[in-house]
C-alpha cells in the first residue's frame, strides 16, 4: 500500500466514524484538515498502521479545543 492510499484509508475511517457519529461539527473543509493534518505528523513521524492513524485522527479531533465565536 502507497503512503497516499494510507492516507486516503484512514481519513476515510475517521470522516466516517465521526460523521456518523454526529461530533463533526463545524466548517466541514476545517474538519478535513485537521483530520488530514494529524494524520499526516504520524506519517511523517514513520506511523503506518492504518487503524491507528484513523482512531488517533479521531480522538485529535474529539479533543480540540471548540471554537468560539468572536463577539463583534
Known amino acids: ?4 492510499e ?3 484509508q484512514s481519513f476515510e475511517i475517521a470522516w ?3 460523521d456518523q457519529s454526529g461530533l463533526l461539527t463545524g466548517e466541514r473543509k476545517d ?6 493534518n494529524r ?6 513521524r514513520g506511523e503506518r498502521r492504518r487503524l491507528l492513524l484513523s482512531n488517533a485522527a479521531i480522538d ?3 479533543m480540540r479545543p471548540a471554537l468560539v465565536p ?3
Open 16 to 18: 466516517k466514524y465521526l
Open 60 to 62: 485529535a479531533y474529539r
Open 6 to 8: 494510507l492516507r486516503a
Open 39 to 44: 494524520i499526516d505528523r504520524m506519517m511523517i
Open 31 to 36: 474538519a478535513a484538515r485537521f483530520i488530514l
Open 1 to 4: 500500500m502507497t503512503d497516499l
Open 70 to 72: 468572536l463577539e463583534a
